[in-house]
T-cell receptor, first 114, second 114 residues
Framework: LAKTTQPISMDSYEGQEVNITCSHN???????ITWYQQFPSQGPRFIIQ???TKVTNEVASLFIPADRKSSTLSLPRVSLSDTAVYYC???????????????FGKGTHLIIQP | NAGVTQTPKFQVLKTGQSMTLQCAQD?????MSWYRQDPGMGLRLIHY???????DQGEVPNGYNVSRSTTEDFPLRLLSAAPSQTSVYFC?????????????FGPGTRLTVT
């Protein structure tokens, strides 16, 4: 079971780039790495997903080193509205039944200040 | 598209009562799941389904039943409510289960058991 470790909280300022790192030393070959964002009283929202190297979309980048034992979510030029909890999810759903690692940890509470 | 809808938004039950939390999606997604989120915690997987007629247990299935008779609906049944089931319940869906892609979450149902 791939367990993830993230910082409990981080602070930054508007306009800065924020990097949140997730450790997953026991990641399995089939596991994907997925990041979600959650605002209070809302369900999580998908940010980005990757398997290896670098993935970029319109809101974030995901950096995954060759050994895949960690990953870094990069948020460019954050704003106050990026204040939220960010979850790193490492897991897989088996075709034959069963799930591994599809539980969200406590996440990282990111606070953006003016 | 309405996305993932959940009803009710709020519910108060007495210990021992039963009820069904409703979840529906209109995106023709094959994968649906139920999570619970306790205060200050991440989300824990209760049950999931990879298609109509197929369900499986997640991390915390005890006290809950599910069924998936159609692609669109995935109700969660509490058989005999207990105070330990006080939580916020989120339903999610994804267009593909293997590998598990982006999950879309509903707005949640806040359940209190007294």
């Amino acid at each position: 079971l791939a367990k993830t470790t993230q910082p409990i909280s981080m602070d930054s300022y508007e306009g800065q780039e924020v990097n949140i790192t997730c450790s997953h030393n026991n990641i399995a070959t089939n596991d994907y790495i997925t990041w979600y964002q959650q605002f209070p009283s809302q369900g999580p929202r998908f940010i980005i997903q990757g398997y290896k190297t670098k993935v970029t979309n319109e809101v974030a980048s995901l950096f995954i080193p060759a050994d895949r034992k960690s990953s870094t979510l990069s948020l460019p030029r954050v704003s106050l509205s990026d204040t939220a909890v960010y979850y790193c999810l490492v897991g897989v759903l088996y075709s034959g039944g069963g799930a591994d690692g599809l539980t969200f940890g406590k996440g990282t509470h990111l606070i953006i200040q003016p | 598209n309405a996305g993932v809808t959940q009803t009710p938004k709020f519910q108060v039950l007495k210990t021992g009562q039963s009820m069904t939390l409703q979840c529906a999606q209109d995106m023709n997604h094959e994968y649906m799941s139920w999570y619970r989120q306790d205060p200050g915690m991440g989300l824990r997987l209760i049950h999931y389904s990879v298609g109509a007629g197929i369900t499986d247990q997640g991390e915390v299935p005890n006290g809950y039943n599910v069924s998936r008779s159609t692609t669109e609906d995935f109700p969660l049944r509490l058989l005999s409510a207990a105070p330990s089931q006080t939580s916020v319940y989120f339903c999610a869906s994804s267009y593909r289960a293997d590998p598990l892609y982006e999950q879309y979450f509903g707005p949640g149902t806040r359940l209190t058991v007294t």
